[in-house]
């Protein structure tokens, strides 16, 4: 029988996306003046070619390849922070992201104060949050520092409060950056160790990491991206085993 498009949780439809790099751009006077008739030229770079992805509910999947190889701009895309040149990218459910530490934060607030603004943008209502503030605050172990100015954390504590209101928002689908690579070893596991409790819980993920060992203990299913193109798509273990050969 064959599946619909309701089976799928997230579905990636020939997308392709290119970014205007701008070359000579002058930064002062004199380069002004030199390049004043060549200056702004561009040239197109074209980071994801006709990618064709779907993921159905409550598979966790790694996105994995090299700096450069597209795999940050797909999960951009799936949040809807940009949007393809050509395709289109339907997502089934309520998602939650953790893509840049402290997107949404605002430095000159407090936790507590982030907490409510950070779960806003993912549609909590104020009641809904007040329910959550404890197990949010237990969860990122910032309690003695929930009412400081976000602008003094570390980039360790972002990350602790960025994750704590994520997975405190209910949602179907999670999409997460290199992000958990920020942060004590104790912190990470916890991070990790939740992210299990929420496969077993049936939530669909989309993990971008080149951590192959958390792509191994987590991911049901790896997709290698060389070059803005899929290069391989299947068994998490024969994924990355014929990545490790390809790129060592």
């Known amino acids: 029988m064959q599946e619909q498009e309701a089976d799928y949780k997230i579905v990636v439809d020939n997308v392709y996306k290119t970014f205007n790099v701008y070359l000579d751009k002058a930064n002062t006077v004199k380069e002004k003046l030199l390049f004043l008739f060549s200056r702004n030229r561009k040239e197109k770079r074209e980071v994801l ?3 064709n992805l779907k993921i159905k509910k409550g598979e966790v999947v790694a996105l994995i390849g090299t700096n450069g190889s597209g795999k940050s701009t797909l999960l951009k895309l799936m949040t809807k922070i940009i949007y393809p040149n ?10 939650t992201s953790l893509l840049e530490l ?5 430095p000159d607030f407090s936790g507590r104060e982030n907490i409510y603004f950070n779960a806003s943008i993912f549609g909590l209502t104020k009641k809904e949050i007040d329910e959550r503030l404890e197990d949010i605050i237990e969860f990122s172990e910032l309690r003695p520092y929930i ?20 997975i405190n928002v209910d949602a179907d689908i999670l999409l997460i950056d290199e992000i958990l690579s920020v942060g004590d070893e104790h912190f990470q596991n916890k991070c990790f160790n939740k992210m299990l409790d929420l496969k077993a819980k049936g939530k669909t993920m989309v993990f971008v990491t080149h951590s192959m060992q958390s792509v191994r203990n987590l991911c049901d299913r790896a997709v290698w991206l060389s070059n803005g193109e899929i290069k391989m798509d299947g068994d998490t273990n024969k994924v990355v085993d014929e990545y490790i050969k390809q790129t060592t």
């Open 49 to 51: 070619k006709g990618i």
């Open 86 to 95: 050509k395709g289109k990218i339907i997502t089934d459910g309520k998602l």
């Open 102 to 106: 402290g997107a949404g934060f605002h």
């Open 147 to 166: 009412d400081n100015p976000v602008r003094t954390y570390s980039s360790g504590m972002y990350m602790r409060l960025a994750f704590a209101v994520a």
